[in-house]
C-alpha cells in the first residue's frame, strides 16, 4: 500500500520540486520576468488575467476534442483496414508512415485557404496530428495475433471476421488506450500551432497576443494551462483503460 502511494503522488511531488527549484534559480539569480518568468510570476498572470484565460482554453480544449474525436474514428478505422489484411499492410502503412513524416504546421496556409481563418484549420490540424498513433496501434494489435491462436480458431469454426472483432479486438485494447494518450498530447500540441497562424481565439492566440506585447508571465500561463489540460485527459484515459484491460496489467496490480 505505501509503494502504490507513493507511485500515485510521485508525478505531483516532482512537479512541486521543479517548480520550487525554478522559482529559487529565478529569485538568486534575479532573472528578467521578461526572459524567463518565475513561477509566482506566472501564478500572478494567471490570477489577473483568469477570465481571458478561461475563456481561450475553452476554445482550445473543445477545438481539439473535435479534431481527436475525428482522430480516433478514421484511426480506429484505417488501423483496423491495415491490421486485418496483409495486402492493405504492406500497400497502405508505408504511405501513412510517409506522410506522417510530414511536418503538420506547413498544412495550416493551406488549409487556411480552404476554409478560412477559425475553428475549421484548428480542428483538421488535430485531426492530422494525432490520428496516427491510433492507426498504428490498432494494426499493430490486430496483425500481431499470434497464428497458432487464430489457427485453432479457425478449427473450432471462427471466421476471419470473427477473429477480428472478438479476439483481434479486443487484444488490441492496451494498443488502442496506449495510443490514445499520446494522440491527446499531439491534438493540443496541433491545435496550438494553428491558433498561432489561423485563429483570433485559443491559447495559441493568446500566447502570439502575449508575446507580442512581451508579457511573458501571460504567455507561460498560457502554455501551463495547455499542460494542464493535456495532463488531466491522459489521466482520465489512463484511469479508463485500469478499468477496462485491468486483464492486461495484472501483474502490476499483483505488486
Known amino acids: 500500500m505505501h509503494k502504490k502511494t507513493v507511485e500515485r503522488w510521485s508525478p505531483w511531488l516532482l512537479l512541486l520540486a521543479i517548480v520550487l527549484l525554478w ?20 501564478g500572478t498572470q494567471l490570477v489577473e488575467f483568469g ?4 475563456a481561450h482554453a475553452w476554445r482550445t480544449y473543445w477545438v481539439t476534442m473535435a479534431g481527436f474525436g475525428i482522430a480516433i474514428v478514421v484511426g480506429v478505422l484505417l488501423g483496423f483496414v491495415i491490421g486485418s489484411s ?8 508505408p504511405l501513412m508512415t510517409a506522410f506522417n513524416a510530414l511536418p503538420k504546421a506547413a498544412f495550416v496556409p ?12 484548428a480542428i483538421l490540424t488535430a485531426f492530422l496530428i494525432s490520428f496516427f498513433p491510433i492507426m498504428v496501434n ?23 471476421w470473427d477473429v477480428l472483432t472478438k479476439v483481434g479486438l479486443p487484444r488490441s485494447m492496451p494498443y488502442f ?6 494522440a491527446i498530447t499531439l491534438a493540443f500540441v496541433g491545435t496550438t500551432v494553428s491558433e498561432m497562424t489561423a485563429a483570433n481565439e485559443g491559447i495559441g492566440y493568446l500566447l502570439i ?13 498560457g502554455l501551463m494551462v495547455v499542460g494542464a489540460m493535456a495532463m488531466a485527459m491522459y489521466e482520465l484515459f489512463s484511469a479508463i483503460e485500469k478499468r477496462t484491460t485491468g486483464w492486461a496489467h495484472r501483474g502490476s496490480q499483483g505488486e
Open 23 to 42: 522559482q529559487i534559480i529565478c529569485s538568486a539569480f534575479n532573472v528578467s520576468e521578461f526572459i524567463f518568468p518565475s513561477p509566482w510570476a506566472i
Open 51 to 54: 477570465g481571458v484565460i478561461a
Open 86 to 93: 496483409r495486402l492493405a499492410y504492406a500497400a497502405v502503412y
Open 110 to 121: 493551406i488549409l487556411v485557404v480552404w476554409f478560412g481563418i477559425g475553428v475549421g484549420p
Open 138 to 160: 490498432i494494426a499493430t494489435g490486430l496483425a500481431t495475433l499470434e497464428p497458432e491462436l487464430e489457427d485453432v480458431l479457425r478449427v473450432l469454426g471462427a471466421k476471419r
Open 177 to 182: 488506450f496506449g495510443s490514445l494518450k499520446v
Open 209 to 221: 497576443s502575449a508575446g507580442s506585447s512581451m508579457q511573458m508571465g501571460l504567455a507561460f500561463a
